[in-house]
């Protein structure tokens, strides 16, 4: 049995089926594998995951009832195998998927399969309707609906088609340990017009610069957030909810190390990521405290900071290309609950911003109810805070996220 094989159809058990999420246990069972392998499962894993509809169109119809979610999912990774990865082995993929599943499913895995390759590809309906959009995207219809009524059914569907794409790895420089100078040493490597993002055709992932805390995976939208904020040497900063500490070692590296950064989260083990961050970039102007975000003007009562960042938590419908798992799990309702939170963080730390300091509020998602909706509500209610600038980042315009800031400036 094919050990690789096996191991990916785990993960995707493990992510649809048990609620896990894809990159969380890539690193906790990706230890085993050689990058050969974990490249395969890696594009498995998140291949299957954003075509999941696509995937059991060609399938659902040869059976009377859909099997047991793992065997399901066993058939989803097949046909991804067949039509979209590993064509010229079907006798291999076939063969793998039989020995894998379970004694009592092993004709039906056998028989669907063969028919799937008797027929061959089946095409799938042209996205001309909400349905068949939801279907040749894995989208749910009510988020298309909801993008419909936020951008418009053009912007809708380039959403939706540009979320089947792969996830482009973007990396930025780390000025405290790598100066732009030094990326002479590497030709194929060149710092873009923004300062901090960097071109490059090699593989950043694998690169010692990584390990070493000269370079960082960024996305080029995420990098955006502290060029918003734009920290200056020496002033103070409060990160409220900051792990894995991204945004805060950058915030670090634009002060050049000098001032004080209050990087904050809920969870001691999420801080726990910030200070593994900051300690690989050489960060040492970072200080991490559990606090809850909703209450912080009472956990940190008498204290103000020049500059307030607040990237909060959000339903990552920016991020559907790096977490298409998400799609499995939101529901409108949760759309609420969030949106409620994000309003708590914003009233209770907006207080921590001093008269004449900045206040950016961010999103990594693409529903205005929290994002320039969140934002107008918050200003109406809090008049001594003005609004310089906002703008939302689609992931159809670039290689890039989709995110959203807001950027305030408190006057009185």
């Known amino acids: 049995m094919n050990n690789t094989r096996k191991t990916a159809w785990q993960g995707l058990h493990a992510v649809i089926n048990e609620g896990q999420y894809a990159s969380l246990w890539l690193r906790q069972h990706g230890l085993a594998l050689s990058e050969e392998e974990k490249r395969w499962v890696t594009a498995v894993l998140y291949g299957v995951l954003r075509h999941r509809e696509p995937l059991r169109w060609q399938w659902r119809d040869l059976v009377k009832r859909i099997p047991e979610a793992k065997v399901a999912v066993l058939l989803d990774m097949s046909v991804y195998q067949l039509f979209y990865l590993d064509k010229g082995t079907d006798y291999a993929v076939v063969n793998e998927a039989v020995k894998m599943c379970p004694q009592p499913m092993k004709g039906l895995v056998n028989a669907v399969l063969r028919q799937v390759l008797r027929r061959g590809q089946r095409p799938l309906p042209q996205p001309d309707s909400i349905a068949n959009l939801a279907l040749v995207t ?12 936020h951008y418009g059914e053009d912007k809708m ?16 420089i780390n000025p405290l340990k790598l100066k732009a100078e030094e990326l002479i040493l590497r030709p194929n490597w060149t710092l873009q017009s923004n300062g901090w993002t960097i071109s490059t055709t090699g593989n950043p992932v694998a690169d010692p610069w990584l390990g070493e805390g000269k ?38 590296a634009m002060m050049d190390n000098q001032g004080s950064i209050l990087a904050c989260d809920l969870h001691p083990h999420r801080l726990k990521l910030v200070e593994e961050a900051a300690q690989r970039v050489g960060a040492s102007i970072i200080e991490t405290r559990m606090l809850d975000a909703a209450c912080a003007d009472q956990q940190l009562a008498g204290r103000q900071f020049d500059k307030v960042l607040l990237d909060v938590p959000c339903s990552g419908l920016g991020v559907l290309r790096h977490k298409p798992e998400i799609l499995l799990r939101l529901t409108p309702e949760a759309l609420d609950e969030i949106a409620n939170l994000q309003a708590e963080i914003l009233n209770h730390c907006a207080p921590l911003c001093r008269v004449g300091g900045t206040l950016v509020y961010s999103t990594c998602t693409l529903n205005r109810k929290e994002n320039d909706k969140q934002t107008s509500a918050f200003l109406a209610q809090h008049p001594d805070f003005e609004l310089q600038d906002e703008k939302t980042f689609f992931p159809d315009e670039g290689d890039q996220d989709g995110f959203y800031i807001a950027k305030m400036i408190r006057r009185r």
């Open 138 to 149: 894995s989208h749910p219809q009510w988020l298309l609906n909801l993008w419909k009524a």
């Open 157 to 172: 569907r380039s959403i939706a088609l540009a979320d089947l794409e792969e996830a482009a790895v973007s990396v930025r």
């Open 215 to 252: 370079i960082v995976i960024q996305d080029r939208s995420s990098q955006q957030v502290a060029l918003w904020l734009d920290p200056q040497p020496g002033e103070s900063v409060f990160d409220a909810c900051s792990a894995p500490g991204t945004k805060t070692t950058q915030l670090a």
